[in-house]
């Protein structure tokens, strides 16, 4: 009876304990995502025309200068997600939200150590202007560059080629920015959502002619076209769903000739506004 007694203790410990831990994880997660959205809100400034193209942008300038401040918001947010154990976050659209977040907050991090620059592509970023190879942003004890972010566990875990529209390089060309940061309760309608607006944005998502017949659609489709090339309709079976009625009526009538936006990679910032 003693042993017995001793095992239920030890089962009960033990269910304790990992109850504790991840606990701890989720409190982790909840803070990066909390101090992440006042970031957001903080920084986030309405749509602005740069090099002719509406886009939302940020005030990295007032970012970096609050990044010198020890307790400032940027750093509070730098050091709540160091302290993330991504394997103990519970559920898959935990892991993608905070994934996603993870990757912009990544980005905008490059910019504001290098800043003042107007792209991510900077000479001072990457002398070979490939920021995504390089160590972006440290989680838990492990560091983590951009492309490993996008490409070896969100893409590769979630299987979602929505991903490739809601990580952001932090340019003009991408789909624009929220005050809000994913949400796993609502992540499926945020990344629909974040979608449908950017194929209304005729000057980077989608633009359609219909005198011509050409539809002009986002690089990033170009870009990542290996995403779509399973669907039964190929990238056009991807579009359909995220068009206006109407649109979507004479696409179903009329042949189109795809063409692709060229990326303005010019960073989204406010200081570059035309």
């Known amino acids: 009876m003693k042993i017995d007694g001793l095992e239920k203790k030890l089962v009960l410990w033990i269910t304790l ?11 982790d997660e909840a803070e990066f995502e909390h101090l992440y959205s006042e970031l957001l809100a903080k920084y986030w400034r309405p749509t602005e025309r740069i090099h002719g193209i509406n886009t939302t942008v940020f005030d990295y300038a007032q970012m970096v200068q609050d990044a010198q401040v020890p307790d400032s918001l940027f750093n509070r947010t730098l050091k709540a997600i160091e302290q993330v154990s991504p394997e103990q976050l519970r559920g898959a659209d935990v892991a993608k939200a905070f994934w996603i977040n993870a990757y912009n907050f990544a980005a905008m991090h490059l910019v504001v150590n290098h800043y003042p620059v107007d792209s991510i592509r900077s000479l001072s970023i990457s002398l070979i202007k490939y920021p995504w190879s390089k160590q ?6 492990v560091s983590y560059s951009l492309k490993q972010i996008e490409t070896d566990i969100l893409l590769e875990h979630f299987n979602d080629p929505r991903i490739v529209f809601a990580v952001s390089c932090a340019a003009v060309s991408c789909p624009d920015r929220t005050t809000e940061p994913f949400l796993a309760e609502r992540l499926n309608s945020q990344l629909d959502a974040l979608i449908g607006l950017f194929f209304k944005n005729p000057g980077k998502g989608l633009r359609l002619n219909r005198d011509t017949g050409a539809l ?17 309709k190929g990238v056009l079976g991807f579009v359909m769903p995220y068009l206006e009625a109407d649109i979507q009526d004479w696409l179903k009538i009329n042949p189109v000739v795809l063409d692709y936006f060229e990326h303005d990679w010019t960073l989204n910032d406010i200081a570059q506004a035309d």
Do not use: M, V
């Open 136 to 141: 972006a942003i440290r989680i838990g004890k």
């Open 17 to 27: 304990l990992l109850a504790a831990i991840a606990n701890s994880a989720h409190a």
């Open 216 to 232: 002009t659609l986002s690089w990033i489709i170009k870009k990542d076209r290996y995403l779509f090339q399973d669907k039964e």
